[in-house]
């Protein structure tokens, strides 16, 4: 009796295209989802809400991956004026710089064209639209807070379609060497809570398994399985390697995460005056009664000190924009506080440094 080798279906998350056209370096990864389609290896499972999420999005990765080379050329360029040396040969490496960042267009149309192939894959696919009964389990999970829809001042409706879109899925079109696999990037909303981010949320996990249904946040685990070989020959030709970040990038997320960690220890003490554990004062009580109490800064804040903190606040949630800022578990604000730690650490500073 010949063997047939597994169907694979694969749910691919939005987010997952859009990272796949943002780096240049994923590019084996939509070769190989290129040939395992045209190989009838694997099959895509479409539903509306990605090919929607994706051309909304679509100009936006495109813009940003020209737009990052760009400010990284200029932060160069500065930093090549600023340092002692001989005039004409600054002057010759400025120029050959000045001409790249002419050149920014066509050195970022590598992800455009990502982008082009992304598109051409989906639009070639069977979009699957959702059905009344995945809107009423959506709308199910949304309102008893089951995942994705677990989160706090979070609209994860969309979300909540997607995953009951493959459930859906699942059930209609399951049967003898049928294969499933849902991946995304989405940790935050779909993965494990305080535990290993390569499983499921509790709330996901009876619908997944580790052969028929398989949940994935890394494409090429999901590929890896659908063809070993194949993913391991596209490693070894394209010699991958994961390149050290650059100083602008941690420098970037070192501020992110200031300004989350900050905004944590906000909230704490919003929650203090609510609660009546740290009082307002106006700043004539403060200077006359608790300016000189070292004690005093824990139990009572004046009170333009106060709208000035909430003010802040309000920026730091426009900086860090919405479902980045909270609300977050315990466990989630100390990976934030431990990878500001590491990050400060990398660049010079003592362990346990968390200031804000």
Known sequence: MQYRSPMFNVLIDTSVWLDLAADAKQTPLLDLVERLLADAQMRLLV????????HKNRDRVAKSSAKSLSTHFNHVKSAIRKVDGDKRQKDRVLDYLSDLDHRIPILGGAAEGALARIAAILSSSTIIEASDAVKLRAADRALYRKAPCHHENKNSMADAILIETYFECVQAMGGTGQRFAFVTHNKHDFSIVNGNQKLPHVDLAASFSKIKSMYFINLAECLRRID??????????????????????????????????????????????????????SREEWQERWSRRRSSAQTHIADDIWKGALKSAKKAELK????????????????????????????????DELYT
């Open 47 to 54: 539903p509306r809400t990605v090919v929607d999420e994706f």
């Open 228 to 281: 070993p070989m194949r993913v391991t020959y596209a490693m070894w030709e394209q010699e991958w390697e994961q390149e050290p970040r650059s100083l602008s990038e941690m420098l970037d997320a070192m501020d992110r995460l200031t300004t989350q960690v900050w905004y944590n220890r906000h909230k704490y003490t919003a929650w203090q005056v609510e609660k009546g554990k740290v009082k307002i004062v």
């Open 320 to 351: 860090l924009g919405e479902g980045n800022f909270g609300p977050w578990s315990d466990f989630e604000w100390g990976m934030i506080n431990g990878k500001l730690s590491a990050l400060r650490w990398m660049l010079g500073e003592d362990w």
